[in-house]
């Protein structure tokens, strides 16, 4: 088995054979207004002081998690990819490594993932399926994102398509119908997806359970350590009311049996747990 070795971010021993490495695909800027949706500025700009730049972005991480289990090995999100142009990649800020390269320096060959479980189908969560010339990145994976995502992602709403890159999704269709999740579904014995909704129309959380502790991925439903409260969504998410909604319902939970979190953003302090007073969540960084 191959050794975690110090180009992991971070990792943790589950329970029973499973374990989890937290690999960063690169960073990007994105729109801190846009971030931080309907929420006054005069309430996070305080939050943000330290990364901020002079056009308002936030410094965002690509997380990504790759899991170990007995039977087999799942990579949790992509990053934004290879593929993107000199000019996107200038006006997005984006820095790599993408993740084949960030994984292989960390002693994983993407031929030895078995599935890909990505929370949506984004560009900065999908891209990475892909290597620069089209084909794909790990050959031998499943490709496992919700029916009802991959129905939005490639139909004609205009406000609902913007968020995706058409071209690039089409690439991976074939890939990704084959092993589309309708709802919830175990990958792999401990480690599944379930439906979500509320960022986008097929959005989906992870969970790996461990015999010794459970460890969630909540997307870009949690994206950095301000999102543990329910009503603070992004200007993306298509479906504020469902975001509002199911986050207090999986922070509940997460906060009563006391699992490892996992941020989608977070660039700086991306693994921790939330804790609930009352009608009230924060997240705790451990890490
Ligand atoms: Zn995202």
Redesign the pocket.
């Known amino acids: 088995m191959t050794t975690i070795n110090e180009s992991v971010h971070w990792s943790a021993e589950l329970g029973g054979g499973t374990r989890v490495a937290l690999i960063q695909a690169g960073r990007f800027r994105s729109d801190a207004g846009a971030l931080l949706g309907v929420v006054p500025r005069m309430m996070w700009k305080d939050l943000v002081a330290d990364e901020i730049d002079h056009d308002h972005r936030l410094l965002?991480a690509l997380n990504c998690l790759l899991i170990e289990t007995p039977s087999g090995r799942v990579l949790v999100e992509t990053g934004i990819g290879d593929r993107i142009s000199d000019k996107g990649r200038a006006m997005r800020g984006y820095e790599g490594p993408w993740i084949v390269p960030a994984l292989e320096a960390a002693g994983f060959a993407p031929d030895s993932v078995d599935a890909i479980a990505v929370?949506?189908l984004?560009y900065?969560?999908a891209g990475g399926a892909l290597r620069a010339d089209g084909s794909l990145a790990f050959p031998r994976a499943k490709f496992i994102a919700q029916m009802a995502e991959w129905d939005m992602a490639l139909g004609m709403n205009p406000r609902l398509i913007a968020s995706y890159d058409q071209p690039e999704l089409r690439l991976i269709r074939d890939l990704g119908m084959q092993s589309a999740a309708d709802g919830d579904v175990e990958i792999v014995p401990g480690v599944s997806v379930f439906a979500t909704g509320g960022h986008s129309a097929g959005h989906q959380g992870v969970i790996v359970r461990g015999q010794e502790r459970t460890l969630a991925f909540f997307?870009?439903l949690c994206?950095r350590p301000w999102s543990a409260n329910p009503k603070w969504v992004t200007a993306?998410d298509d479906f504020p009311l469902d975001s509002v909604a199911v986050k207090a319902e999986l922070f509940a939970r997460a906060a009563a049996e006391g699992w490892t979190i996992v941020l989608?953003?977070e660039p700086v302090h991306p693994v921790g747990r939330i804790t609930r007073d009352r009608d009230r969540f924060s997240f705790e960084a451990s890490v």
Do not use: I
Request: proline share 0%; no cysteine.
């Open positions: 965002q929370s949506h984004h900065d969560h997307g870009d994206m993306f989608s953003h």
